[in-house]
């Protein structure tokens, strides 16, 4: 079982509900929504929506997982899951919070009070991915049976629980700009299958820019065995549709900056980066779509 959505709601709720049957709360990272607001989310969602809740940064960030000054963010926590009748509650620790903090993560999780919540942890940065410190992590997340939380195009989890549960961002200079091509998505899938036989399933969360397409051709994927069309149109015409929407005046950098890590489709199949197109623009500042269509399509 492969469960897919979005790290929050990247269209209007309505709209996403008509696509998917689960999304990652990220809200709750920022603030803690009234018990009104909650229980609204709940009754306007389909009975058997899924909600995951990324915990509050004042567990993770202001007190780094220190288990008594986290305690009450996390019963807040709790109490925002229990209305929304979400099982799993993600922790997600900042590149500054490093392997040498290890210890100070094993009593977070040891201690706190989970109750019969599943936890899973996105530690970030360099650190967790040295071969030793991979390999003490998943030692410590084995003894506490939490889940590690990663993208499966760069690092497969350390540990897994009852549950799989992995989160993408991207794989671009910037984070969060990009589109995921199908060939990526496709290794995306090989790589959590095998994952399908746990009790609580595989979650796969996109959280880019274009995470509602790339859930949506995801999930359209492993139903159909193919992907759908990036768009309607192929080449230069998707092109132009994307080029379009661009404010102008701008220059050759702010286009790429901006659309470059979206992707063409060609008849044929092959997808590219619409930078590489761009790559062939002078480096000039353009009125409008039209100068800029003129000289791809010349060069």
Known sequence: ???????????SQKRYYEEFSLVELN????????????????????????????????????????????????EK??????????????IQTPASFRINSLDVAREFFKNINRENFILVWEPRGPSWEDEHGFRR?????????????TDPLKLMPAYVSS????????????????????????KIYERVKKY???????????????????????????????FPRLHDSFGIDAAKAIIDRVRYPTTKKTLIDKVGWRLIEFEDGKQVRLSEI??????????????????????
């Open 27 to 74: 809200t709750t990272f920022y603030k803690y929504p009234s018990q009104t607001t909650v229980s609204k989310w709940r009754r306007s969602a389909p009975k058997d929506f899924e909600f995951t809740v990324k915990a509050h940064q004042d567990i993770s960030h202001k007190y780094k997982l220190d288990v008594e000054k986290a305690a009450e963010p996390f």
């Open 278 to 299: 761009l790559a062939n623009a002078s480096a000039k500042t353009y009125k409008s779509s039209e100068e800029v269509l003129a000289e791809i399509k010349v060069k």
């Open 137 to 149: 992590l998943g030692e410590i997340l084995s003894e506490l049976a939490v889940t590690h939380v």
């Open 196 to 226: 399908e036989s746990l009790e609580g399933g595989v979650y796969v969360l996109f959280n880019n820019l274009s995470m509602f397409e790339d859930a949506r051709r995801f999930t359209y994927f492993i139903k159909k065995g193919y």
């Open 77 to 90: 926590i709790k109490h925002i899951c229990r209305i929304l009748e979400a099982k799993i509650i993600l």
């Open 163 to 186: 549950v799989a549960y992995f989160r993408l961002h991207g794989l671009g200079d910037r984070m969060y700009y990009y589109q995921y091509t199908n060939n990526e998505l496709e």
């Open 1 to 11: 079982m492969i469960k897919v959505g979005c790290c929050g709601y990247p269209v």
